[in-house]
């Protein structure tokens, strides 16, 4: 990772965070959104707001599930001191893009967006620093680890068609860093396209734009299954 030099020191200082907490956590199935479930003793969203503020983003806007406002004001209230421009909670969408989008609009001015998913407690500051460090040359630049298994592509008939090279293939994570302006055009695709989207460099990419990888590693995981939940409360406890 690049250290910090005083152009990323300047896109730091003028960033704002996304954190999309909004979702239900349908596969994890505690019975309470995803990112307010409890893992090492606090609620899954709070690891990730320390390492954003360790990293030196100034602001930060949570997209919070409908109608979970109130109390998820309360779980994030110690948090609101970290962020010397602010931590605003936002509504989320039915859709992870449409909660980019909400969070987005509650920090127009903001020259570069680092889109981060609650659910990966374990994204360490440096990684938001260097997304960011590395929009110098590109319009999005993401977190990714490097493929580890070897990759194949099989039809419908489960016969495999062919094997990719795994030396150019990508494990796409958050944070993805975008320059504000690309991220605002490329959330304006139609909501089919919205829809679709698992992540929102795919928006970026898809509208031509130059989307840089940043490698990290395969420990900053996304919590989906009953599994991984276990998985991080024995890395976290
Ligand atoms: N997310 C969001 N708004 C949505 C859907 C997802 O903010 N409408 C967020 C989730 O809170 C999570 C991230 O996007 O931090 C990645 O999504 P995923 O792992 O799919 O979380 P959930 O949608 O909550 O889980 P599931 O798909 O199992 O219901
Ligand atoms: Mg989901």
Same mark, same amino acid.
């Given at each position: ?5 005083? +152009? ?9 965070? /996304? ?7 349908? =596969? ?5 959104? %995803? ?14 707001? !320390? *390492? ?10 949570? +997209? ?8 998820? $004001? $309360? &779980? ?11 931590? &605003?909670?936002?509504? @989320? ?9 909400? @969070?987005?609009? *509650? ?18 500051? $440096?990684?938001?620093? *260097? ?5 110098? !040359?590109?319009? &999005?630049? /993401? +977190? ?7 990759? %194949?592509?099989?039809? &419908? ?7 990719? !090279? =795994?030396?150019?293939?990508?494990? /796409? ?26 992540? !929102? ?6 509208? @031509? ?12 995981? %996304? ?15």
């Amino acid at each position: 990772m690049r250290p910090p030099d005083r +152009a990323s020191e300047r896109l730091t200082s003028t960033a704002a965070a /996304i954190v999309v907490a909004a979702g239900s956590g349908e =596969r994890l199935g505690a019975g309470r959104p %995803k990112a307010f479930v409890v893992v090492g003793g606090r609620p899954m969203v709070a690891w990730s707001l !320390d *390492a954003i503020a360790a990293a030196g983003i100034p602001r930060t806007v949570v +997209a919070v599930p409908p109608g979970h406002g109130a109390a998820a $004001e $309360e &779980a994030l209230a110690a948090h609101a001191d970290h962020f010397p421009l602010g931590l &605003a909670l936002v509504e @989320g969408g039915a859709t992870r893009s449409e909660s980019v989008r909400n @969070g987005l609009a *509650a920090a127009p001015d903001a020259e570069a967006v680092l889109v981060h998913d609650a659910a990966r407690p374990f994204a360490p500051s $440096e990684l938001f620093s *260097a997304t960011l460090a590395a929009l110098h !040359d590109a319009d &999005a630049a /993401i +977190a990714a680890a490097r493929a580890t298994d070897t990759i %194949k592509e099989a039809g &419908a008939d489960g016969i495999v068609v062919r094997t990719l !090279d =795994r030396d150019r293939l990508w494990a /796409i994570q958050t944070p993805q860093a975008f320059r504000a302006t690309v991220l605002h055009r490329a959330l304006e695709a139609g909501a089919d396209v919205l829809a679709q989207a698992t992540d !929102d460099a795919w928006l970026v990419e898809r509208a @031509g734009g130059i989307v840089r990888v940043v490698e990290s590693s395969p420990a900053n995981f %996304k919590v989906t299954t009953p599994h991984d939940l276990q998985v991080a409360e024995s890395l976290l406890c």
